[in-house]
């Protein structure tokens, strides 16, 4: 039919309404407030102070071990290793070292007195298993050929006949000789009354050394 002349077409597809969109519900809460801030640091807190307990803890146990097996720290008392130490020099010394290594001439060591092992002295090694040792007015000769010992000394006039030092023992003197209780009295030493070699003369640090 049609209507004033004008044709009219039916579009059925542009008829069809489009569904309605769906609709999302969305909830957006408010931040859930901190009520316990204050419970969380002191939580923290104890929480670092165990970790600082138990690191200090597990150093103080190393530093222990490392004292008692490893090093040790000796302090000098008098004057018989003048001029290499002084009264109140503090020395690292190393406990193992002989374990591992044998004893050298002119070794620094840390020993117990073959007279009293309840005191420790400190002295220099320059006589070794197996070699003669002599002294003629306070030089030092080793199987009849003087040593030129290549560190300060204070001399003196001592004379000491000729001996073997046996197997496991060594000859000991200190630098200041005059004064030094040492081999010349109390005799050889043996290997097992050395306690460690002196490494480090490390307080006062004007007077820091390696040995």
């Known amino acids: 039919m049609t209507a004033s002349g004008t044709d009219t077409t039916f579009d059925r597809e542009a008829a069809v309404e489009a569904p309605p969109e769906p609709i999302v519900a969305t ?32 150093g103080v146990v190393a530093v222990v071990l490392l004292h008692l097996f490893v090093v040790q720290i000796s302090v000098v008392r008098g004057s018989s290793m003048q001029p290499s130490l002084v009264d109140g020099d503090r020395l690292i010394v190393d406990r193992i070292a002989y374990s591992m290594v044998d004893v050298d001439r002119y070794d620094v060591v840390v020993m117990r007195n073959p007279r009293d092992t309840s005191v420790d002295y400190v002295k220099r090694v320059v006589g070794l298993p197996g070699e003669r040792i002599s002294l003629q007015r306070g030089r030092l000769f080793v199987d009849g050929e003087e040593v030129e010992t290549p560190i300060d000394l204070i001399r003196d006039s001592t004379s000491m006949p000729e001996i073997i030092v046996p197997d496991g023992h060594f000859f000991v003197l200190g630098d200041n000789r005059p004064v030094s209780c040492d081999s010349r009295e109390f005799g050889l030493v043996q290997h097992e009354l050395i306690k460690g070699k002196v490494r480090v003369r490390f307080w006062p640090l004007t007077r820091l050394a390696l040995f």
């Open 27 to 58: 909830t957006s809460l408010p931040p859930v407030p901190d009520v316990f801030p204050f419970e969380r640091e002191r939580a923290a807190d104890r929480s670092f102070g165990r970790r600082f307990l138990r690191d200090l803890g597990r």
